[in-house]
């Protein structure tokens, strides 16, 4: 969607940048020309992705450069360390991705205290400790970065048998909006994106494993526009969002999910009655207008 060289110039962290949509953004950023670190738990994971994607990406023209460091955001001291070495490699640090995440699919009832613990740790505590060091080098270097939260659409709406999960991802986006609030006026954005499904292995291994994706629908199949997202559409969003050309856009969230939230409308689930069924359905209203009328 960007022009070439958009986010020449640019340095991005993007957490959990190893697989999934941090991978895929993480991609589209170096081919705009900014300079990516990558960080998550597996130091061989970011590793081969960062290996990978220079590889793949080599012949493109203006291409950023990749550092992978190890990093649970769940420790002040490793996310330190990334943003020292980020700084040290690149000479600053510019956008603050935060994709990381923990989920699983699990009636409430049957999680463990520490199952809880669990993912609001990663994606409620470690959303808020990245953003903060990030967020205290920008304002003691003076520098207008920018944080962009991967949010989803239950965040908002809630959502049963991912409690832990809607609880923290709902925190991080009043987080999102209370930042943007507070540190306007150092010129520091903070915006999240809710995405619907967008396939993942990660996303998929935990939330429709084995006997559950033969017995629900397709996660397409929910959707108006009749498929689940594509991950160039999410990377376009982000960078956008991590450009200089949304500068006025904070504390906003944008929903990114072919309109699957709007299925919780009354009757947006009709979709599939046809022409002769609405034929009939015409038809016996108009009679119980008549017979009203007489
Ligand atoms: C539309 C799509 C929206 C998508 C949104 C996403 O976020 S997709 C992103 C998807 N990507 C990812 O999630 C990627 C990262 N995810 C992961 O690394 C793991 O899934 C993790 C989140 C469990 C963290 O691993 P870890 O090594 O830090 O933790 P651990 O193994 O030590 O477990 C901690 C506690 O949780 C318990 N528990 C675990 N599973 C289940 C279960 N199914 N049932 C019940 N409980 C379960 C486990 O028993 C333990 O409690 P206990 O028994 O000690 O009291
Ligand atoms: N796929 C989808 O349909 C949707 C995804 N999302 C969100 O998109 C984001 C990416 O998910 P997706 O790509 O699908 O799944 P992935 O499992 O591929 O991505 C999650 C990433 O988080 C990293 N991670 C997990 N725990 C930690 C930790 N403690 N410290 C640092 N990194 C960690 C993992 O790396 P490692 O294991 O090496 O630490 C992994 O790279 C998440 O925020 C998710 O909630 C939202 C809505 C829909």
Redesign the pocket.
Known sequence: MLRDGALQGKTIIV??G?????KSITRYLLTLGANVTI????QA??DETAQELTTELAAVEGVGRILAVP????NPQEIENVLAQTVETFGRVDGLLN?????FISPTERLSYKAFDTIVD?VLR?TYYFTLAVGKYWIENKISGTVLN?S?TYATTGSGYVVPSAVA?GGALIMTKSLAAEWGKYGIRVNAIA?????????WDRLFPEPLASLMDDPGSRIPLNRVGDHGELANLAAYLLSDFSGYITGESITIDGGEVLMAGEFSHLRDVTDEQWDEVSKSIKQANRASKS
Do not use: E, H, Q, Y
């Open positions: 957490t959990g190893g697989t999934g949509l941090g960080c998550s738990r597996r994971v970011i990093c649970d955001v769940r994709n990381s995440a923990g989920n990663i470690g991967i989803t991802k995405p619907g499904p967008f396939p993942t292995k990660g996303a």
